[in-house]
């Protein structure tokens, strides 16, 4: 499976700031999702990571919330965007290839505090 | 939208005691997936079933996929410490290109 290297693995960020989320594989992925893990919580898609072109958001998730890129198949950012405590979760970077049979593995995850 | 629960949603047993989920989904699925998230992890990988019925083991871990491709249960035989965590599947619908992950079932094991 790939390797997956997420940063910042952890982090307390002030109200109204962002914080960008950096996802690094070591080998071409074709599918690159973000998750987000309130606390206590199942795993809810945030957005569909697609490369070169705009994200697709879930129900719930905007752009503007939730900026995304994906330059290359390789790197994807999520940013979360003039945060408030309730964005406090473990947010997830997942990729999978159909080479894998679409089997999908995760970073180690990302923990966001707002205080 | 699609769903996809999971029952119980707590289990405490005893060591040596049998631990079963369920997981159920309001869509059929192409195929699903079974994670498990230790305390202060992340999700890691346990198996994928694609067929219709399938049945999967790996050592104590028992893995199944419904007839119908809706539903999925894994059991775990003489549950041991090392199995606490949380158990979530994850179904694939084809064309959505995405994994809806379930509420998830969280084992405690006791001593």
């Known amino acids: 499976s790939a390797v997956i290297s997420q940063k910042p693995s952890r982090d307390i960020c002030q109200r109204g700031t962002s914080l960008t989320i950096q996802c690094q594989v070591d080998s071409q992925v074709t599918m690159m999702f973000w998750y987000r893990q309130q606390p206590g919580q199942s795993l809810t898609l945030i957005a569909t990571?697609?490369?070169?072109?705009?994200?697709?958001?879930e129900s719930g998730f905007v752009i503007d919330k939730f900026p995304i890129s994906r330059p290359n198949l390789t790197f994807s950012t999520l940013t979360v965007s003039n945060m408030s405590p309730e964005d406090s979760s473990i947010y997830l970077c997942s990729v999978g290839t159909r080479e894998s049979g679409n089997t999908i593995y995760f970073g180690e995850g990302s923990w966001l505090t707002v205080v | 939208g699609q769903q996809v629960m999971q029952i119980p949603q707590y289990q405490h047993v005893q060591e040596g005691e049998d631990f079963t989920t369920y997981c159920n989904s309001s869509t059929t699925l192409s195929n699903i997936q079974w994670y498990k998230q230790r305390p202060g992890g992340h999700p890691v990988f346990l198996i994928q079933l694609v067929k219709s019925g399938e049945v999967k083991k790996q050592k104590r871990l028992t893995f199944q996929f419904g007839e119908a491709k809706k539903n999925s249960s894994l059991h775990i035989t003489a549950t041991q410490t090392t199995d606490v965590g949380t158990y979530f599947c994850?179904?694939?619908?084809?064309?959505?290109?995405?994994?809806?992950f379930g509420t998830g079932t969280r084992l405690k094991v006791l001593a």
């Open positions: 994850a179904g694939y619908t084809s064309g959505t290109y995405k994994y809806i």
């Open positions: 990571a697609n490369q070169g072109s705009e994200a697709t958001y």
